[in-house]
């Protein structure tokens, strides 16, 4: 089964909204080998329209000026993209589709497919929540900026109920950002005060 995962930048309160606002002071090289290694690995990139919309009016541009992102761009566009939408959309950036019919249903299938390539995600927060809830997304790779935005849209919405994700790895940058790979937990701990309170330190008077 082919594992997806999920790439995004987000503040230390949780916005994940418009990071070209704020995330390009932390941008160094030890992210850049980070976005590589968990995007430009994949041979399919799953995007939300707006995303998608966003790397498709600049991307091909990159890849044209052969500056010192043009490899990338390039991975970019050898990839097979598929574009989650209501709307009917046209393509000009090469190897692009529109997902077809149900997105759990459409990306359980891309799951199955006969590869060993990871799918890849960045930014897509309408398509990254329903895949974390349904156990679809194999890893979230958080970009951990250290900068309160106070405002614009978070990660996790407000819900009735708490969604456990356990920590597979975690690397410090010496720009301040933190590098955190969840994963869901589908077997998370438990407990009360009750529990808690033996490991609090005790009395020696």
Known sequence: MRKITAGLFISIDGVVEDPQDWHFPYFNEEMGEAVDAQLGSADTLLLGRKTYDSFAGAWPDREKAGAEDADFAKKLGDARKIVVSNQDLDFTWRNSEQLKGDLIEAVTALKNEPSTSSIGMS????????????????????????????????????????????????????????????????????????TAKTDLPQSTD
């Open 123 to 194: 930014g897509s927060i309408s398509v990254v929540r329903p895949l974390l809830a349904a156990g679809l997304l194999d890893e979230l790779h958080l970009m951990v900026h250290p900068i309160a935005v106070r405002k614009g849209t978070r990660l996790f919405e407000d819900a009735d109920t708490p969604l456990p994700l356990k920590l597979i790895s975690s690397k410090t940058f010496t720009t301040g950002v933190v590098h955190l790979v969840y994963r869901r937990d589908d077997n998370p701990p438990a407990g009360d005060y009750e």
